[in-house]
């Protein structure tokens, strides 16, 4: 088990430039979905109620998605081990939670990986709910890099299965793609 301790000082590599850039891209699409989704910049007030793909686990899920993208670029980014970094942390994991548990409720029955509505993309939420636990496992017993790796690597998952939810034929990829 290693106990050393990762950087304290935050700052780019070319790994967080790479993480950033997929991070805007993310961003940038679910930004063009939630407007496409809602009937743009001049919906009325009725508009969100009469989308069909817009349900409550859709809206939890964005909800906290959203937030986290940003939020985890930061924490990862900026010095660590501080309380900001602490507080921040706790933030981005319960958020993380919150988008993993709601995804499974987003899915049509009978589609999906045997029928169950679920798919390829939710592989992923089942490694937030394994790594959050994890990676306050590792601070617990003195495991920073341990600590690290967890939470680099759910960001990851992250930015990737966030970009996969563009492909066409999904929710958001159909929302912004036609």
């Known amino acids: 088990m290693t106990t050393q301790q990762p950087s304290r000082t935050g700052g780019y590599t070319l790994q967080t430039a790479i ?3 997929g991070a805007i ?3 940038t699409f679910a930004l063009m979905a939630l407007s496409s989704m809602t009937g743009g910049f001049v919906a009325d007030e009725n508009t969100i109620a009469e989308q069909e793909g817009l349900n409550v686990p859709i809206i939890i899920h964005l909800a906290t998605v959203l937030p986290a993208v940003p939020l985890g670029a930061w924490v990862l980014w900026r010095k660590k081990g501080d309380a900001l970094h602490k507080i921040l942390g706790r933030i981005w994991g319960m958020l993380m939670i919150i988008t993993a548990i709601s995804s499974f409720w987003i899915g049509e029955p009978g589609t999906g990986i045997a029928g169950s509505g679920l798919s390829f ?3 992923f ?4 709910l ?3 636990p994890m990676g306050v496992w590792a601070l617990r017993v003195g495991d920073y890099a341990g600590h690290q790796r967890a939470m680099q690597g759910m960001y990851i998952g992250l930015i990737v299965a966030g970009l996969f939810s563009f492909i066409p034929g999904r929710i958001l990829g159909t929302a912004v793609f036609g």
């Not at 939420?125 to 937030?128: A, E, G, K």
């Open 19 to 21: 993480l950033l850039g």
């Open 25 to 27: 891209i993310l961003m």
């Open 121 to 123: 993309i939710h592989i």
């Open 125 to 128: 939420s089942v490694l937030v």
């Open 130 to 132: 394994v790594s959050v």
